[in-house]
């Protein structure tokens, strides 16, 4: 079984910054591409930052210039530098990950959420 646990979500002022993380843990083989998505109370679930296991990133336009996605050098934790955070920021933020164990390949996983709340 694969966990992806969230921390660092928070109350912030406009203008300030947070740091997510997510660790996954589990029987692990590998895991391709961790993300970040967030979603705000009425609208869908949106892709804020994705980074494959080759540091490749993209982002939503949204947030460019703004967010850094990172992996550790285990690959198995990502972080999500937040800075110049705005009041439309505010969401629950979700990682997910494509995890490969000795069962399953690509296997699409979701952490539970963390709140980043943004006031103006």
Do not use: H
Request: proline share 2%.
């Amino acid at each position: 079984q694969v966990q992806l646990v969230e921390s660092g979500g928070g109350s912030v002022q406009a203008g300030g910054s947070l740091r997510l993380s997510c660790a996954a843990s589990g029987s692990i083989f590998s895991i391709n591409v961790m993300g970040w998505y967030r979603q705000a109370p009425g609208k869908q679930r949106e892709l804020v930052a994705r980074i494959t296991k080759g540091g490749i990133t993209n982002y939503a336009d949204s947030v460019k210039g703004r967010f850094t996605i990172t992996r550790d050098n285990t690959k198995t934790t990502v972080y999500l530098q937040m800075n110049s955070l705005k009041p439309e920021d505010t969401a629950v933020y979700y990682c997910n990950a494509g995890v490969t164990t000795l069962a399953y390949y690509g296997m699409d996983c979701w952490g539970k959420g963390t709140q980043v709340t943004v006031s103006s």
